[in-house]
C-alpha cells in the first residue's frame, strides 16, 4: 500500500510529521528550559502544604510525679461561610454540639470571609461528634488545652496558660520559655486529593515538647493545707487566708495555699485579685511574730539572755509621748516570759536596748524588706523604712511588729532560719527540670543565703518559743506528741479612711516549726480580718496544729514523746 | 536480539513505575500509621488527665467521707509506736515504726 503512495504525498507526510515533532519539541524546550523555574514553584505550591507543628507544653509534676497541669489536644472548630450553601441549617446542626446559640453561629457563617472560628479548644467529645456529622464548610482542627486536673488545687502557685498557650501567671508565667513546645514548620507533599502523601525529608521529625518541671510541692501536703486554711477562713469569717509550709532545712517549699481558691481551668470569668499569689505579693503588719525575729537579733548580740529579768511596767509605758499596752499587767518576768506572754512593753525595752542600727541590720539580714528571689512571678519586697526616715517610736514600734510590713513568704522563710540553726535559705518551688525525654537538664539544689544568728542562739530562741505553746499564747497550735515552736500575732490594720490603726480590722497570724530537736516543718498561717475572734492564737494557731498534725504523720515523723507499747493492746 | 533488548527495557520501565507507585503506597500507609499514633496519643493523655483527676485528694477524701463514711482520726486516735534497742531483730535490722489508727466507737468496738 505504502509503495502505491506517490513521491509527493511521502513528502508532505514526513513534513507534517516533522512539523508536529517540532512543535512538540519546541513545546517541551518551553516547558522544561525556558519556564522551568517558574513552572517548578507552581508546581510545588500544588503538590506541597507548609503545616506549622507546635510541640505540647511541659508538664507540671508534683514531687511524687502527680501530674499537676498538662497539654492535651482538643479540637477547635472553623467554619469556611463562603462556600456553605445553607448557613442557618448549619448553625441549627452545630448548635446543640458547641453549646452556642444558633443566632450566633449563623451570624458568623453569615460573614464574608473564607475563615471564622466558631468554638476553640472543645472537649474531645464535642470533636468526635463533628465528625461523625460531617459538614461540608465546617473544620476541625486540633490545639493544645491546658488542663489543670487537679482543679483549685495549689492554682495561685500554678498560675495558668492563655487561649494560645503562653503562660500567664505563676509557674506558668515564670517558666514560660521551658514549658513552651519547640515550633517547626514542616513541608508535606500532596497528591491530586489534597491527601498528604508523606513529609519533605523524612528526617525532619515532629517538633519537641517544652521541657517538664518538678515542683517542691507535695501535692497532699497542699491539700491538707487548703482544705485546713479554708475551713479556717470560713468559720472566722475572714476576708482571706494564707499559708505556707517549708522545708525550714532546704527552703523547699511543700505547700503554699491562698484562700479564697481558684479554678484555673475557668479562669476567665474571674478578676486577677482572685488569682493573686498573696502569699508572696501582699504585705502585711506582722504584729507579735516578730518577736520571735527580735529575741534572736537580742540573744545574738547578748543584750538579753532568756533569763534576764524586764519590768513589765504594769501594761503601760510612754514612748515618745505615746502610750504601748500590754493584754496582761506584768511586773518583773523573764525575758523568755516577755515572748511567751507577747508582752509589746517588753519588746519594745529590749528593741530599744539593741538600738535602732542593729534592729535594722537583724531586719535585713532575716530578709526583711528584700525579695527572698523565689522562683515565682510577682514577688513583693514589702516594706522596711530606712532607719534615717523612723520616727522617735520607731524603734520600739518595729520590736513588736508595727511599723514594717512583711510578706508571708518573708516571715516563714525568717522562721525557718530559726529552726534550721540560723541559716536563711532562699525558698523555691521547681525541684527538677526535665527535656520531652524526661532527661534531667537541670536539678535545682537549695541555697543557703546567709548566717544570721548562730547555732547557739536559735537553741535559746527555739526554748522560747517553745515555751510560747506550752505556756504562752499559742497554746492551740500544740501538736499532741511532738514538740512546737512559734509565736502568735494579731495586729491591728489602717484604716485607709482615718490612717489610723482599726479597732475593728485585724491579721490573726502564727508562724512556727515542729519537731523543735529536728524540724521537718516551718509554717505560717495568716488570717486575714477574722469577724468572730481576732487572736492570733485563736484563729491561726488551731491551723498549725491540725495542719502539723496530719502532715507529721504523713511523713511518718515519729513523735517526741514515745508511746508505750502496752497503751496499744485492743480493748476486749 | 532486539527483542530481547526491548523486553528487558519494557521490564525496567515496569520496575521503575512498580516502584514508584510502592514508595506512594508506602507513603500513605507512614501518613495513616502517623495519624493512628497521634491519635493513640491523645487518648494516653485524655486518660492520663482523667486519672489525675480521679485521684485528686479532694475527690478521694470527699469520696471517703461521703460515701464510706470515713472520718479523719481524731487527737489521740493515732498512736505511733517506737521501736526500742530490744526490738532490733537479730539481722540487726530495725523494725519501721508502726502507726495504728483506730476509730473510737463508744460501745467498744474497734
Known amino acids: 500500500m505504502a509503495g502505491s503512495l506517490s513521491r509527493g504525498r511521502r513528502c508532505v507526510l514526513l513534513l507534517l510529521l516533522l512539523c508536529g515533532f517540532g512543535v512538540v519539541l519546541f513545546r517541551l524546550v518551553t516547558l522544561q528550559v525556558l519556564q522551568a523555574a517558574e513552572l517548578s514553584v507552581k508546581a510545588d505550591r500544588q503538590h506541597q502544604k507548609t503545616v506549622t507543628l507546635e510541640g505540647a507544653r511541659g508538664t507540671i509534676v508534683d514531687r511524687h510525679g502527680k501530674i499537676l497541669a498538662m497539654n492535651v489536644e482538643v479540637p477547635s472548630v472553623f467554619g469556611v461561610p463562603n462556600t456553605l450553601d445553607s448557613p442557618i441549617k448549619t448553625a441549627r446542626q452545630l448548635s446543640p454540639i458547641l453549646h452556642v446559640r444558633t443566632e450566633e453561629l449563623e451570624r458568623k457563617l453569615r460573614q464574608d470571609r473564607s475563615f471564622v472560628w466558631l468554638a476553640r479548644k472543645m472537649d474531645p467529645e464535642q470533636g468526635r461528634q463533628l465528625d461523625r456529622l460531617s459538614l461540608d464548610g465546617i473544620g476541625v482542627v486540633m490545639e493544645g488545652r491546658r488542663f489543670y486536673p487537679k482543679g483549685p488545687l495549689l492554682a495561685h502557685v500554678l498560675g495558668f496558660a492563655g487561649m494560645d498557650g503562653e503562660g500567664l501567671e505563676g509557674v506558668e508565667h515564670r517558666y514560660e520559655s521551658h514549658l513552651r513546645g519547640e515550633k517547626r514548620m514542616m513541608v508535606l507533599q500532596r497528591d491530586a486529593l489534597g491527601r498528604t502523601v508523606f513529609p519533605k525529608g523524612m528526617t525532619e521529625g515532629s517538633p519537641t515538647s517544652g521541657h517538664s518541671l518538678t515542683l517542691t510541692i507535695d501535692e497532699v501536703i497542699q491539700y491538707i493545707a487548703e482544705r485546713e486554711l479554708e475551713d479556717a477562713v470560713g468559720r472566722a469569717q475572714a476576708k482571706s487566708g494564707t499559708m505556707i509550709v517549708l522545708d525550714p532545712k532546704t527552703g523547699a517549699v511543700l505547700a503554699m495555699a491562698v484562700s479564697p481558691r481558684f479554678d484555673p481551668n475557668t479562669v476567665s470569668a474571674l478578676s486577677p485579685d482572685r488569682w493573686r499569689n498573696r502569699a508572696l505579693t501582699d504585705a502585711y503588719e506582722p504584729g507579735s511574730t516578730m518577736k520571735a525575729m527580735m529575741a534572736a537579733a537580742a540573744i545574738e548580740e547578748r543584750v538579753v539572755r532568756p533569763n534576764t529579768m524586764v519590768f513589765g511596767e504594769h501594761g503601760h509605758m510612754t514612748v515618745a509621748n505615746t502610750v504601748i499596752h500590754d493584754h496582761e499587767r506584768l511586773g518583773w518576768v523573764s525575758f523568755a516570759q516577755v515572748i511567751q506572754k507577747s508582752s509589746n512593753i517588753g519588746a519594745a525595752k529590749t528593741g530599744m536596748a539593741l538600738g535602732q542600727q542593729r534592729l535594722y541590720r537583724y531586719l535585713q539580714a532575716f530578709g526583711f524588706g528584700q525579695r527572698t528571689e523565689i522562683d515565682l512571678p510577682g514577688e513583693g519586697t514589702g516594706l522596711v523604712r530606712n532607719p534615717r526616715d523612723w520616727g522617735r517610736r520607731s524603734v520600739a514600734s518595729i520590736s513588736m511588729g508595727q511599723e514594717i510590713g512583711v510578706t508571708p513568704l518573708q516571715m516563714v522563710a525568717a522562721v525557718a532560719a530559726i529552726a534550721n540553726g540560723g541559716l536563711l535559705m532562699k525558698p523555691y518551688v521547681i525541684s527538677e527540670i526535665r527535656d520531652a525525654d524526661g532527661h534531667i537538664l537541670r536539678q535545682i539544689p537549695p541555697q543557703t543565703k546567709r548566717r544570721i544568728i548562730s547555732q547557739e542562739t536559735a537553741r535559746s530562741v527555739t526554748k522560747i518559743l517553745e515555751g510560747v505553746i506550752t505556756d504562752g499564747t499559742g497554746a492551740k497550735a500544740a501538736i499532741r506528741g511532738f514538740r512546737a515552736a512559734g509565736k502568735t500575732g494579731t495586729a491591728q490594720k489602717i484604716d485607709p479612711r482615718t490612717g489610723s490603726y482599726s479597732a475593728t480590722r485585724f491579721v490573726a497570724s502564727f508562724t512556727g516549726y515542729v519537731p523543735t530537736d529536728n524540724p521537718q516543718l516551718a509554717m505560717i498561717v495568716v488570717i486575714d480580718e477574722p469577724q468572730r475572734d481576732a487572736w492570733g492564737g485563736a484563729v491561726a494557731a488551731p491551723v498549725f496544729s491540725r495542719v502539723g498534725e496530719q502532715v507529721l504523720s504523713y511523713l511518718g515523723v515519729p513523735p517526741n514523746e514515745p508511746v508505750m507499747l502496752a497503751m496499744t493492746s485492743p480493748r476486749s | ?110
Open chain 2, 1 to 110: 536480539m532486539k527483542t530481547v533488548a526491548v523486553f528487558v527495557g519494557f521490564c525496567l520501565v515496569l520496575v521503575f513505575v512498580w516502584e514508584r507507585v510502592d514508595v506512594v503506597r508506602i507513603g500513605y500507609e507512614i501518613e495513616q500509621l502517623k495519624r493512628d499514633k497521634t491519635a493513640l496519643e491523645r487518648q494516653r493523655d485524655e486518660l492520663r488527665v482523667k486519672v489525675s483527676a480521679l485521684s485528686a485528694s479532694d475527690r478521694i477524701a470527699k469520696l471517703a467521707t461521703e460515701k464510706l463514711g470515713m472520718s479523719l482520726p481524731q487527737q489521740g486516735q493515732i498512736i505511733v509506736v517506737q521501736s526500742r534497742p530490744s526490738d532490733v531483730h537479730p539481722s540487726g535490722v530495725v523494725p519501721v515504726g508502726l502507726k495504728v489508727a483506730r476509730n473510737y466507737v463508744p460501745s467498744g468496738r474497734l
